[in-house]
């Protein structure tokens, strides 16, 4: 991949399986590209999802940061939990784990920026060593919390569901500069026990884990919300993926000076 002199940064966004059609394809969401390609003002490229993958990390030299999307699957217990009954956990996406452990560990040591959103900070998580709660909506504790409804209309889907609670000084409360915010929640799994090396950066009013940051890399930054749905209008939103913009350009600066 040869890059003329002023191209934009391009930014990886891994992909997910999926089984439509007869033959298994590979499949990002159009949000997440709209607001790469329209706040963050990068271009994109698509990395497949598959298991085993031989280089799939050597995809991470053409890139300047990582976006690891939301999914309909969740993450395997083997990988946090062994020996923990799977149906509690289902469905699966075998492919999209491999590639995303390799990819987080290996975007790590290049201090790639990177930015995880719901299944993706869940699996920055685990990446890190940390577990995660099988399905939240169902725990007594957790109470602000609303799984996907099949068929309900997208705006009430994506809707505000309840307030974030910033931990002070950090990475978020720096996008979000002491303003009060709502995020949306479509979500079954959460962090459990934090992965060693992240800082939580937010909370929900009831202790779910809603952000955190990669402690030691340039910007490394999961939430566990969709900042990316109709994110032209939500100003948190906004600043994410300016922020992510900003982090990936300033990388492929610096590696274009080396």
Aim: aromatic share 6%.
């Amino acid at each position: 991949m040869t890059r003329s002199s002023g191209s934009k940064p391009i930014v990886g966004i891994l992909s997910n399986r999926i089984h439509d059609g007869l033959l298994p394809a590979q499949s990002v969401d159009e949000k997440y590209l709209h607001a790469l390609i329209d706040l963050a003002d990068v271009d994109v490229i698509i990395i497949p999802a598959l298991e085993n993958c031989a280089g799939l990390e050597n995809i991470l030299d053409h890139v300047d940061g990582v976006l690891f999307t939301g999914a309909a699957t969740n993450v395997h217990p083997r990988h946090f939990e062994p020996g923990a009954e799977e149906d509690r956990y289902k469905p699966f996406d075998a492919g999209r784990d491999d590639a995303a452990f390799r990819l987080i560990r290996s975007a790590c040591d290049r201090d790639l920026p990177i930015l995880a959103i719901c299944r993706g900070i869940q699996e920055l998580n685990v990446a890190f060593g940390g577990t995660l709660h099988a399905n939240i909506v169902k725990d007594d504790e957790h109470h602000c919390h609303t799984p996907w409804v099949s068929g309900a209309p997208l705006e009430q889907l994506y809707g505000p569901a309840h307030e974030l609670i910033v931990t002070p000084d950090g990475r978020m409360a720096a996008l979000t500069q002491g303003k009060p915010a709502m995020v949306n929640s479509l979500h079954v799994q959460a962090i459990d026990r934090l992965g060693s090396g992240l800082a939580v950066e937010a909370r929900a009013p009831d202790g779910t884990v809603e952000a955190v940051s990669i402690e030691g890399n340039t910007f490394g930054l999961g939430v566990q919300w969709h900042p990316e749905f109709q994110a032209t209008g939500n100003e948190v939103s906004r600043k994410i993926f300016e922020a992510f913009g900003d982090a990936v350009r300033a990388f492929q600066q610096a590696k274009t000076a080396r």
